[in-house]
């Protein structure tokens, strides 16, 4: 491990977790400083709807990009930049882009990024396109993008950092450490938006790493167990994991891949999860279940968050805020529970969205003090 002359400063995740991650000693890190994210409690949003649950949020939109993608992110490109690699490639809903466009800038690399025209949020493409990364625009969906890019694993000289790179979900178990460390025990349930399913997949791994189990699954063969199992457990239990789908692209629900996803939350627009068995295995193993959300209870809770709480997070993010709001309704949360949020991505992300679900907020009035202060208090 590197030594700091600053003892006190944070310095990533892979620094702080390194223990429990795949790098070798000597290994040049790339990071943006990224993970150490807020647990934000959702006091306002527990009182309204009683039942005696605590919830907290965590909230992802504070990474060094916007999203927890970057997690996932220091990983992949410093195990690329360790294999000598000159080019990463992902597929991207937005999020993803924007993280691999920062880390191969940080790293000094080339960077491709395929994007479905027209349904990226604007703040996404802005990052991806000032970090200097390639935008390839395609006539499709991600769906086509992951496609395509698998297709380029053997036809050019390039790393792929979609989720499929075992790497990412290794950083990305990390958010699971951070939860735990912060409320010294698992909470009872985690809740968090499922789109490509790596996120749910890593946050189970790392609930489980921390509790001393080894997934049933595959996951921690991934890194050929050079995360060295059996780790010294941190606490002895595991939440019951519940991941949110859209309604118009909820293949989880379906039970089978759905062709042309379409949601309002366009970072969760697809239909064909590359971590399907994983993701299964999260939700089996820790009696935990699937659901689906409308594009209106999704802007819904993205409001009530932002209104509520003062937490501005983008449309995808809100699913696991409306998701757990309708499963306590249905009784499904058993009462007094110590419930987590993923929050995964930073509202400023996606403007037009809340723009446009914001619409007759914004007063226009003359340029004078009477009409103001008419305008404040008709609104006090
Ligand atoms: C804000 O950027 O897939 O289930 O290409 O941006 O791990 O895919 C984004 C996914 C949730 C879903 N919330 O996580 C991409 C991309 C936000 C996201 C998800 C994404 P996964």
Known sequence: MSESPYP??????????RKR??????????????????????????????????????????NPTGSFKDRGMTMAVTQAVAEGTRAIICASTGNTSASAAAYAARAGIRCFVLIPEGKIALGKLAQAMIQGSVVIQIKGNFDDGM????????????????????????????????????LGRAPDYHCIPVGNAGNISAYWTGFSEYAGIKPKTAACAYCKDT?????????????????????????FMA????????????????????????????????????????????????????????????????????????????????EGSLITCTLTGHGLKDPDTAIKQSQGAVLEVPADSTAVRKAILDHL
Not at 303 to 312: Q, S
């Open 8 to 17: 006190g400063l944070y310095r990533g995740l892979i620094e702080r977790y």
């Open 21 to 62: 991650l795949p790098v070798a000693p000597d290994t040049r890190i790339i990071s943006l400083t990224e993970g150490d994210t807020p647990l934000i409690p959702l006091e306002n949003v527990a009182r309204a709807i009683g039942h005696g649950v605590q919830i907290f949020a965590k909230f992802e939109g504070l």
């Open 147 to 182: 496609r395509i890019v698998k297709d380029m694993a053997d036809a050019a000289p390039v790393a792929i950092v979609n989720s499929i790179n075992p790497y990412r979900l290794q950083g990305q178990k990390t958010a699971a450490f951070e939860i735990v460390d912060a």
């Open 227 to 251: 995360c060295a199992f059996p780790c010294p457990a941190v606490t002895d239990s595991r939440p019951v994991m519940v991941g949110y789908q859209a309604a118009g692209s909820a293949p």
């Open 255 to 334: 039970g089978h891949p759905v062709a042309e996803p379409e949601t309002v939350a366009t970072a969760i627009r697809i239909g064909n999860p590359q971590s399907w068995d994983l993701a299964w295995a999260a939700v089996r193993e820790s009696g935990g279940w699937f659901d689906a959300l409308t594009d209106e209870e999704i802007l819904k809770a993205q409001r009530l968050l932002a209104e509520t709480e003062g937490v501005f997070c983008e449309p995808a993010s809100a699913i696991s805020v409306a998701g757990l709001l309708r499963d306590i309704e249905r009784g499904k949360i058993r």
